[in-house]
């Protein structure tokens, strides 16, 4: 936990010098070079348009401009987001030795491109489905033991990298707003849900996961698309940890539980009890 912080740490830091680095500027001072580089770039020219690597200073030198710092932070990024995909394809494939289970991943496309899996109950018939939310600095492939406990008891379960997070899209623990977390969330429960159209949907979140549920939730047509809510450890408060730190103005307005979060927890876990009552879902215990 500490390294992963330090590294965000140090990326941050790298990411605020940058700006004021300086590039040192490369000059052909030979006329040959001038003459041979002005032939190249006019072959480009033919072949590519105006686009080039070096610009024309009047009719002498030639100066080369550097790629932009944030292009090489992006490749940088999308670098580090192809190694942690591959990982949790890994992940999933490597996992074939339980014959109760069918863990599949797919790649899930909103304005960028999010891992989710699913672990499918073989020998059990289906009788609800669980939609998993993990935590900050966690991926959905941490609940694969869960999971098979809950195929176990006839759950199907779907798991969701959110942005920043496992084989999704994003700088590693990173999320400009929990919104987008919160958005990518609904269309997920909207494919879940068109997928397995006559199944009761519940969702399970931890920590950060929980606050994006809760968010979530209080859209009326995820509240009338799911049957519950499971949280542990819901991130909705915030504490202040020493004296010369203040986060009060730092604090976003979602991690609070007011009183329409109170109304809709209450409501849904009453809603779980009854459907529990009605539909007989006792969970076996092992």
């Given at each position: 936990?500490?390294?992963?912080?330090?590294?965000?740490?140090?990326?941050?830091v790298?990411l605020l010098?940058?700006?004021?680095?300086?590039?040192?500027?490369r000059?052909?001072?030979?006329?040959?070079?001038?003459?041979?580089?002005?032939?190249?770039?006019?072959?480009?020219k033919?072949?590519?348009?105006?686009?080039g690597?070096?610009?024309?200073?009047?009719?002498?030198?030639?100066?080369?401009v550097?790629?932009?710092w944030?292009?090489?932070v992006?490749?940088?990024?999308?670098?580090?987001?192809?190694?942690?995909r591959?990982?949790?394809?890994?992940?999933?494939?490597?996992d074939?030795?339980?014959?109760?289970?069918?863990?599949?991943?797919?790649?899930?496309n909103?304005?960028?491109?999010?891992?989710?899996?699913?672990?499918t109950?073989?020998?059990?018939?289906?009788?609800?489905?669980?939609?998993?939310?993990?935590?900050?600095?966690?991926?959905?492939g941490?609940?694969?033991?869960?999971?098979k406990?809950?195929?176990?008891?006839?759950?199907?379960?779907?798991?969701?990298?959110?942005?920043?997070?496992?084989?999704?899209d994003?700088?590693?623990a990173?999320v400009?707003?929990?919104?987008?977390?919160?958005?990518?969330l609904?269309?997920?429960?909207?494919?879940?849900?068109?997928?397995?159209?006559?199944?009761?949907?519940?969702?399970?979140?931890h920590?950060t996961?929980a606050?994006?549920?809760?968010?979530?939730?209080?859209?009326?047509?995820?509240?009338?698309?799911?049957?519950?809510?499971?949280?542990?450890?819901?991130?909705?408060?915030?504490?202040?940890?020493n004296?010369?730190?203040?986060?009060s103005?730092?604090?976003?307005?979602?991690?609070?539980?007011?009183?329409?979060?109170?109304?809709?927890?209450?409501?849904?876990?009453?809603?779980?009890?009854?459907?529990?009552?009605?539909?007989?879902?006792?969970?076996?215990?092992?």
């Amino acid at each position: 936990m500490m390294q992963s912080l330090w590294m965000l740490i140090h990326a941050f830091v790298l990411l605020l010098l940058l700006p004021f680095r300086r590039h040192p500027k490369r000059v052909a001072t030979s006329i040959a070079a001038v003459d041979k580089a002005a032939d190249a770039s006019d072959e480009k020219k033919q072949g590519e348009g105006s686009g080039g690597c070096g610009r024309r200073i009047g009719s002498g030198s030639l100066l080369r401009v550097p790629t932009p710092w944030w292009k090489a932070v992006a490749m940088a990024v999308d670098q580090e987001v192809a190694s942690r995909r591959t990982l949790a394809k890994r992940r999933v494939l490597q996992d074939d030795d339980d014959d109760n289970c069918a863990r599949e991943f797919s790649l899930f496309n909103t304005s960028h491109t999010l891992f989710t899996q699913s672990w499918t109950p073989i020998n059990v018939k289906i009788r609800g489905l669980v939609v998993v939310m993990h935590g900050l600095n966690e991926h959905s492939g941490r609940y694969s033991g869960f999971a098979k406990k809950l195929n176990a008891n006839g759950f199907k379960v779907y798991g969701m990298d959110w942005i920043g997070h496992g084989g999704s899209d994003g700088l590693h623990a990173y999320v400009h707003s929990l919104d987008m977390a919160v958005n990518d969330l609904k269309l997920f429960l909207k494919k879940v849900l068109a997928d397995n159209p006559d199944l009761p949907c519940f969702c399970f979140g931890h920590s950060t996961g929980a606050a994006i549920v809760l968010k979530a939730a209080l859209d009326p047509k995820v509240e009338a698309g799911i049957a519950g809510l499971v949280l542990t450890s819901p991130a909705v408060g915030v504490e202040q940890s020493n004296s010369f730190f203040s986060v009060s103005d730092e604090k976003p307005q979602y991690q609070f539980l007011n009183r329409s979060i109170l109304r809709c927890c209450t409501f849904f876990f009453t809603q779980v009890e009854s459907s529990c009552e009605k539909e007989s879902f006792q969970i076996s215990t092992p």
